[in-house]
C-alpha cells in the first residue's frame, strides 16, 4: 500500500504545491493521489512529502521563505495570467504576495526563519481534520455533502467550504 500511494504520489505533479485547499471538494480533487476519490491520512502525508521535496530548491530538508515565497509566485503568475487588466493582475499580485509572506510567518511556528517538514505537515493536517468532518480518517464524498449541509445551514465557521 505504501509503495503504491508512493508511486502515485511521484506521479501527482499536477497538484498545487504546498497548498491545502480551503473547499473540501478541490481538497479532494487536489489531493487525490490514486484517483479512488478520497483521500486518507496516508495519501495526505505521502503528497505533502512530495510538495515539499519540489519546493526545497537547495535540498536541505527546510523551506526557507525565499524557497516558500519563490514556489508560491511561480503558481500565482501562472493564476494571474488569466487576468486580462494589467493593473488588476498587478493589484493582485501585490495583495497576493503580501499574503504569502504571512502565511511563511504563520507556517514557521518555531521562527527560526524555515518551514520545517513538521512544521509543513502540521499545518496540513490541520486542513485534513477540518475537511474530515465525520472523522472517519478519509475525505470523501461523504465529507463534501456535510460541508454542503454545513453551508446551507450557516454553520461554516471553520474557514473551510463545500
Do not use: C, W
Not at 37 to 48: I, L, M, N, Y
Not at 85 to 91: A, F, N
Amino acid at each position: 500500500m505504501k509503495t503504491s500511494l508512493f508511486i502515485a504520489a511521484l506521479v501527482a505533479i499536477s497538484a498545487p504545491a504546498l497548498a491545502a485547499s480551503h473547499s473540501t471538494s478541490v481538497f479532494v480533487e487536489e489531493q487525490d493521489l490514486n484517483g479512488d476519490g478520497k483521500v486518507s491520512q496516508e495519501e495526505f502525508k505521502a503528497g505533502r512529502a512530495i510538495e515539499i521535496r519540489k519546493a526545497d530548491f537547495n535540498e536541505d530538508g527546510i523551506l526557507s521563505e525565499a524557497e516558500y515565497i519563490g514556489e508560491y509566485e511561480g503558481r500565482l503568475m501562472a493564476r494571474l495570467s488569466r487576468i486580462g487588466d494589467p493593473e488588476k493582475r498587478l493589484e493582485e499580485q501585490q495583495r497576493q504576495m503580501r499574503q504569502a509572506k504571512v502565511r511563511f510567518g504563520v507556517l514557521d511556528a518555531d521562527k527560526n526563519g524555515a518551514i520545517s517538514q513538521a512544521e509543513h505537515l502540521a499545518s496540513g493536517l490541520r486542513m485534513f481534520d477540518l475537511h474530515d468532518r465525520n472523522k472517519d480518517g478519509v475525505v470523501d464524498h461523504k465529507d463534501v455533502v456535510l460541508a454542503e449541509e454545513a453551508a446551507k445551514s450557516g454553520k461554516t465557521g471553520e474557514f473551510v467550504n463545500p
